[in-house]
């Protein structure tokens, strides 16, 4: 098992926000956790990379990464694992890449930062290398230019690049795909499972869309305030839901050509 919790509890200050929450994955598996916003998505995957904001702090349960307990971690643990066990992508990686700075240099300083051992040069090539293996079309151009000069779909590639260039383990994704346009979001969400399958890394994706969780996902996890009202495997969770809640979310799903996901 790469993913273990168990019985998450998440506090900011006194107040708990996140309540016995549990869940594992195992090497290439993708789970999607769906959920209205402030029901405790991100808070969980923030958690399990060490990245809490502010006063937020695991106040009870376990996470165990590939077979280390990670809340013992020190500063130094965090820092050796990110990036090169564990990574993300964020909602608008736009938003995390400096608009006054070239791609390029950016991505040079990220991979020297985590692996100073490497030139300048191997670095370039491993950057160029991997937004290749996004599909980004001539790498080089993309090195050269600003944030600004990108399209939304171009800098998520970016952003999954820049993720995925030390092939982690297990790749977080929150809510990736909502600042684009439709026809975009499809091609980040078939850039992720192809990332998937050429690299064996594990996904966990944060999403409101329970279409885009029950396309892509292996498992689904269901949250509302603070706790996991549903979680299986995809066909359980759509075939068979727990809660009332999924069951409406479920309800809620367009229909095409008469067919629903709820009550397969």
Request: proline share 4%.
């Given at each position: ?20 929450a ?132 171009m ?9 995925m ?7 977080f ?58 979680y ?18 479920l309800?809620a ?12």
């Open positions: 098992m790469l993913l273990e919790i168990k019985d998450l509890e998440i506090s900011y200050g006194q107040k708990v926000t996140v309540s016995g549990s869940l594992e994955l195992d090497r290439g598996e993708i789970l999607s956790v769906v959920g209205e916003s402030g029901s405790g998505k991100t808070t969980i995957i923030r958690a399990a990379m060490g990245c809490l904001p502010g006063a937020g702090h695991v106040s009870g349960g376990s996470i165990v990464f590939d077979g280390k307990d990670v809340l013992k971690n020190t500063r130094d643990d965090w820092r050796r694992m990110s990036g090169k066990e564990m990574s993300m992508i964020f909602q608008d990686s736009g938003n995390m890449i400096n608009p006054i700075r070239r791609i390029g240099g950016q991505f040079v300083d990220y991979i020297l930062t985590h692996a100073p051992e490497k030139s300048k040069d191997e670095a370039y090539k491993m950057a160029t290398a991997m937004l290749n293996n996004v599909r980004l079309p001539n790498p080089d151009n993309i090195m050269n230019s600003y944030p600004f000069e990108l399209s939304g779909g800098r998520q590639r970016v952003g999954i690049a820049m993720a260039v030390f092939r982690p383990k297990i790749l994704a929150d809510e990736p795909t909502s600042a684009l346009d439709v026809t975009t979001q499809a091609q980040i969400i078939r850039q992720i499972i192809d990332v998937r399958n050429e690299f064996g890394v594990a996904v966990i994706i944060v999403t409101h869309n329970l279409g885009v969780a029950s396309y892509m996902s292996d498992k689904i996890m269901v949250m509302k305030g603070g706790r996991v009202v549903d299986g495997k995809r066909e359980d969770v759509l075939s068979h839901p727990k809660s009332d809640y999924t069951r409406g979310l309800k799903v367009p229909v095409i050509g008469g067919e629903t996901y709820y009550g397969k």
